[in-house]
C-alpha cells in the first residue's frame, strides 16, 4: 500500500515556471521507478517525464525536452518536477506514478500501478 500525494499546482503565465512535487507514504524510491503524467480534458493520460529506482536514469517526453526535469531528493520519499518556460500546452492534470513491476524509467502507463489524486495546472496569460 503506497500513498501518493501532489502539490504545486496552480495558474502560471506563459514563460513561467513551476515545480510540482510527490510525498510518498512509505520510503519506494529504492525500489520504484517514478514517474509524472498528465491529462487534459478530452485526452488520454500521457508520460511527461520518468526516473529509475536509482535516480540515475530519466525519460522525457518529446514535448517537454529541455525544459522539464525530474528529480528525486535523497533519502526521502520525495519526487520533484521543475517545469520550465510553460506554454498554454502544458495546461493539465498531473499525476505522480509509482511502479511496482520495474525499476526502469518506463514511458508506457501499463508500468505503472500506484497513482496520485492529481493537481490542477493552468497555464494562461
Known amino acids: 500500500q503506497v500513498r501518493l500525494v501532489e502539490s504545486g499546482g496552480g495558474s502560471v503565465q506563459p514563460g513561467g515556471s513551476l515545480r510540482l512535487s510527490c510525498a510518498a507514504s512509505e520510503r519506494i524510491f529504492d525500489a520504484y521507478a517514478m514517474g509524472w503524467f498528465r491529462q487534459a480534458p478530452g485526452k488520454e493520460r500521457e508520460i511527461v517525464a520518468a526516473?529509475?529506482?536509482?535516480?540515475?536514469?530519466?525519460n522525457y517526453a518529446d514535448s517537454v525536452k529541455g525544459r522539464f526535469a525530474i528529480s528525486r531528493l535523497s533519502g526521502t520519499s520525495t519526487l520533484y518536477m521543475q517545469r520550465n518556460n510553460l506554454k498554454a500546452a502544458d495546461t493539465s492534470v498531473y499525476y505522480c506514478a509509482a511502479s511496482e513491476f520495474t525499476r526502469l524509467a518506463a514511458t508506457l502507463k501499463g508500468y505503472y500501478t500506484d497513482w496520485g489524486q492529481g493537481t490542477h495546472v493552468t497555464v494562461a496569460s
Open positions: 526516473i529509475s529506482w536509482s535516480g540515475d536514469s530519466t
